[in-house]
Antibody, heavy 120, light 110 residues
Framework: QLQLQESGPGLVKPSETLSLTCTVS??????????WGWIRQPPGKGLEWIGS???????YYNPSLKSRVTISVDTSKNQFSLKLNSVTAADTAVHYC????????????WGQGTLVTVSS | QSALTQPASVSGSLGQSITISCTGT?????????VSWYQQHPGKAPKLMIY???KRPSGVSNRFSGSKSGNTASLTISGLQAEDEADYYC??????????FGGGTKVTVL
């Protein structure tokens, strides 16, 4: 059974960089059939797609976040990562990593989510 | 990109049917058959319920169905049950090769 697990600091100071890693188990991140993505959800609000990456590093980003986001993949560790720089309180959210299947064309597996709070 | 438009809340009695709408534009919902729906219970990760407008993943009840007309997609839940009370989000692929979500709909079972 495929599992995704987010990890990283739960507290980040304003103007600094938010860094999270998603570890994939029960399957290979190197398959060409999938993209791997990050989605966030501010407390009490809706979902926002941050961006996605393929196994070979092709990336797609939300235009509203593109200038601050970097998503990368490490196939040797079966992980992919998110970096969001120059964070503010508005970036406080539960961050989910998820798999997007090219066959299903949707996010079919999700991590449990991790809350990142931006505060001094 | 703008979020897809969903009603903030929808309610129905046990056993009834409800429909949640999701309105976008010709650059997202209307332009592609890549609309999906997610169910989210409080404190939990979203769960895929419908993909490619009307297809159900294995294990999802056939009480859930999806459709699309023009720039508006819909999720129908028939035979409403207590465990269907949750937040529901639609999502669509866009012409900018990005993904966009709806604002979410809170379903209440009366």
């Amino acid at each position: 059974q495929l599992q995704l697990q987010e990890s990283g600091p739960g507290l980040v100071k304003p103007s600094e960089t938010l860094s999270l890693t998603c570890t994939v188990s029960g399957g290979s991140i190197s398959s060409s059939s999938y993209y791997w993505g990050w989605i966030r959800q501010p407390p009490g609000k809706g979902l926002e797609w941050i961006g996605s990456i393929s196994y070979n590093g092709r990336t797609y980003y939300n235009p509203s976040l593109k200038s601050r986001v970097t998503i990368s993949v490490d196939t040797s560790k079966n992980q992919f990562s998110l970096k969001l720089n120059s964070v503010t309180a508005a970036d406080t959210a539960v961050h989910y990593c998820a798999r997007r299947s090219l066959v299903v064309s949707a996010f079919d597996y999700w991590g449990q989510g991790t809350l990142v709070t931006v505060s001094s | 990109q703008s979020a897809l438009t969903q009603p903030a809340s929808v309610s129905g009695s046990l056993g009834q049917s409800i429909t949640i709408s999701c309105t976008g534009t010709s650059s997202d919902v209307g332009g592609y058959n890549y609309v999906s729906w997610y169910q989210q219970h409080p404190g939990k990760a979203p769960k895929l319920m419908i993909y490619d407008v009307s297809k159900r993943p294995s294990g999802v009840s056939n009480r859930f169905s999806g459709s699309k007309s023009g720039n508006t997609a819909s999720l129908t839940i028939s035979g409403l049950q207590a465990e269907d009370e949750a937040d529901y989000y639609c999502s669509s692929y866009t012409s900018s090769t990005t993904w966009v979500f709806g604002g979410g709909t809170k379903v209440t079972v009366l």
